[in-house]
């Protein structure tokens, strides 16, 4: 019987189109959180570490009213900075991004799921409009990891060419980011992703890709 030859993704073989000169590429830093080496592949779907931890804190001058906030997780699309949290009654609060965007709208003892997570919850001296809190969002480290379809890290390049990082280190590569089209057959993702777990992936990709300006052809 003859042999079968698995030939691997070939730098660049994912592209259908890209920008003029180096538009659509860019330096990167690829992040490997295992304790073995790894060769990333070609066409392999990358997230990148935009955002660190957030942390929240009662607002400047303090509250009157007693509220706690569970502790805080990142969701999609969080942004470096402050989010203001603010009652406008005593179970009621708003919510805006470090631009100043109202960002949505929620009620003690239900969980708010936006950019940011928490549920606050009401304490024995009611909150009063304009109590609140601060949540900061720290800075990443900008590397670059496998895409999960983590809720914090969308889908954020392609990787252009294999590779080869040691055991928790970091390594360089080449980055697709911006302005390209890729072959939706010759992209890859991490191995830990199977049955519909990597159907799902796959769908967030597509969205948070575009929204970087990659486009998946079929």
């Known amino acids: 019987m003859p042999s079968v030859i698995s030939e691997p993704v070939r730098a660049g073989e994912f592209l259908v189109s890209e920008a003029n000169g180096y538009r659509?590429?860019?330096?990167?830093i690829i992040a490997n959180t295992t304790g073995a080496e790894v060769t990333f592949?070609?066409?392999?779907?990358?997230?990148?570490?935009?955002?660190?931890?957030?942390t929240s804190a009662a607002k400047s001058g303090g509250n009157t009213g007693n509220a706690?906030?569970?502790a805080v997780t990142v969701g999609p699309g969080a942004k470096v900075g402050v989010y203001t949290v603010r009652m406008t009654a005593a179970t009621a609060f708003t919510v805006r991004d470090p631009d100043g965007f109202m960002i949505g709208t929620g009620a003690t003892g239900v969980a708010f799921a936006d950019d940011i997570v928490f549920t606050m919850t009401a304490g024995g001296t009611p909150m009063v409009a304009g109590d609140g809190f601060d949540v900061t969002m720290a800075a990443g480290d900008l590397a670059y990891v496998p895409f999960t379809n983590a809720t914090n890290l969308p889908a954020a390049a392609v990787?252009?060419?294999?590779v080869t990082v040691p055991a928790?280190?970091?390594g360089r590569g080449t980055g697709i980011v911006?302005?390209?089209e890729v072959n939706a057959h010759a992209l890859q993702y991490d191995s830990s992703l199977s049955g519909?777990?990597?159907?799902?992936?796959?769908t967030a990709a597509a969205l948070s890709l575009k929204a970087a300006g990659l486009i998946i052809r079929s």
């Open 68 to 70: 706690t906030m569970s």
């Open 196 to 202: 519909g777990g990597l159907t799902a992936a796959k």
């Open 24 to 28: 659509s590429r860019e330096a990167i």
């Open 178 to 180: 911006r302005d390209a």
């Open 168 to 170: 928790t280190s970091t």
């Open 41 to 54: 592949g070609a066409g392999l779907v990358l997230a990148q570490r935009a955002v660190g931890a957030a």
């Open 159 to 162: 990787l252009y060419g294999p």
